[in-house]
């Protein structure tokens, strides 16, 4: 089945600086990459998301970029803000097992 | 729109009972997927249903069951509690399962002592 890897485990950044998650996925089938944000205590959230046909996809200061080929998505915050404090999951759809894998999670704080 | 409900948010059970944990999916959305969440294994794949049945089913035991209903709600039970099965259960919505947003629950907080 697929397989999630998610770097790093912890992330900390000054306010306004750029923060970076990195995943690696195992399964060519998976086709459906989206992140999740969550706060402590509260459900996740989707923050963004990117289909296997397209190599990178932005929304303000977030941005995803997924390279298939190496079979990798990253997570790009700009601009930091301590609301940005959280924990962030990759995930990756198999279109085949139609299951969500979830990476095991960063832990980003942003140091005001 | 209201979102995905959950139903107990917290559960305090002891070892060898049984629960059933509920979701109500938002409306209009057919697929139901369940998840445990624990600080040691992260978010961790239990079943997905879409109309009523099983699609998909993660490496847990058999203790972990679901259903879901005509009106997509869906539950999942689990049986003979263990304490390691203390966590958080999330489930989660979405029109399809296939490359569409899944919404998340609350989630449920079951602790088994």
């Known amino acids: 089945g697929e397989n999630v890897e998610q770097h790093p485990s912890t992330l900390s950044v000054q306010e306004g600086d750029s923060a970076v998650i990195k995943c690696t996925y195992s399964d060519s089938a998976s086709n459906y990459f989206p992140w999740y944000k969550q706060e402590l205590g509260k459900r996740p959230q989707l923050i963004i998301d990117?289909?296997?046909?397209?190599g990178e996809k932005k929304d303000q200061r977030i941005a995803v970029t997924l390279n298939k080929t190496a079979k990798h998505f990253s997570l790009h915050i700009t601009e930091t803000q301590p609301e940005d404090s959280a924990v962030y999951f990759c995930a990756a759809l198999s279109g085949s097992a139609r299951q969500l894998t979830f990476g095991s999670g960063t832990q980003l704080t942003v140091l005001p | 729109k209201a979102g995905v409900t959950q139903t107990p948010r917290y559960l305090i059970k002891t070892r060898g009972q049984q629960v059933t944990l509920s979701c109500s999916p938002i409306s209009g959305h057919r697929s139901v997927s369940w998840y445990q969440q624990t600080p040691g294994q992260g978010l961790q794949f239990l079943f997905e249903?879409?109309?009523?049945?099983?699609?998909n089913k993660g490496n847990f035991p058999g203790r972990f069951s679901g259903r879901q209903f005509s009106n997509s709600r869906s539950e999942m039970n689990v049986s003979t509690l263990e304490l390691g099965d203390s966590a958080l259960y999330l489930c989660a919505s979405s029109f399809f399962s296939e490359e569409t947003e899944a919404f998340f629950g609350q989630g449920t907080r079951l602790t088994v002592v």
């Open positions: 990117i289909r296997s046909n397209v």
């Open positions: 249903y879409f109309s009523e049945t099983q699609r």
